[in-house]
């Protein structure tokens, strides 16, 4: 397993080693003694995942402590385009983006720590987006950060996206970064 870092502090781009051969591909996405050898001593509490049409963007979603989660997310079919935003106060990247490929094809991954609203687009109908949680989810402590907040400037590359109702009530960054402390 490979990491680079990002510049943006605990978020981190991990790549498996892949084995390839006539037959297919074989990886590992998760293994606990190869994550505690690399620092990331995590202990992952719940899974998820969805399926999404092509341009269909979901996010930027979060919690708020003392629910807030971190991530491990990677893509299992398809392609999707992953953003990160910075809630933290106190980081030197607070309210700053992160934009990520994540695709099958690559088999990276992003973890996301906790503190970090999420998001991701999706680049090729019935791509499948997995995630692992550090801590469960807790529907009264979640919000959601305009994906469209003209602060944040961030470029999904997809004309047209195809958002819920409920993702289209999402709250601008300026009112939304107060949840969040250095040590989140």
């Given amino acids: 397993m490979q990491i680079q870092e990002t510049g943006f502090e605990g978020l981190l781009i991990l790549q498996p080693r892949v084995f390839e051969d006539d037959r297919g591909a074989f990886w590992e996405s998760w293994n606990e003694t190869t994550f505690k050898k690399l620092s990331l001593d995590?202990?992952?509490i719940?899974?998820?995942?969805?399926?999404?049409?092509?341009?269909v963007?979901?996010?930027?979603?979060?919690?708020?402590?003392?629910h807030a989660q971190g991530k491990l997310v990677r893509v299992s079919k398809g392609k999707a385009l992953?953003?990160?935003?910075?809630?933290?106060?106190?980081?030197?990247?607070?309210g700053k983006h992160f934009k990520l490929k994540l695709s099958s094809e690559k088999a990276n991954m992003l973890w996301i720590p906790a503190?970090?609203?999420?998001?991701?687009?999706?680049?090729?109908?019935?791509t499948v987006f997995?995630?692992?949680?550090?801590?469960?989810?807790h529907p009264e402590f979640e919000d959601c950060l305009a994906w469209?907040?003209?602060?944040?400037?961030?470029?999904?590359?997809?004309?047209?996206?195809?958002?819920s109702s409920k993702d289209k009530?999402?709250?601008y960054l300026k009112s939304l970064i107060q949840f969040f402390d250095e040590t989140t």
């Fill in 115 to 126: 503190g970090f609203a999420h998001g991701f687009v999706a680049l090729e109908d019935n």
């Fill in 57 to 66: 963007l979901r996010g930027l979603h979060f919690q708020k402590p003392p």
């Fill in 82 to 94: 992953d953003v990160v935003v910075d809630l933290r106060k106190g980081s030197k990247t607070l």
């Fill in 46 to 55: 719940q899974d998820n995942q969805s399926v999404s049409h092509k341009n």
């Fill in 169 to 171: 009530k999402g709250k």
């Fill in 130 to 137: 997995q995630y692992k949680c550090d801590t469960l989810y």
């Fill in 42 to 44: 995590i202990r992952f």
């Fill in 148 to 163: 469209d907040d003209p602060s944040l400037a961030i470029d999904w590359e997809v004309k047209n996206p195809i958002i």
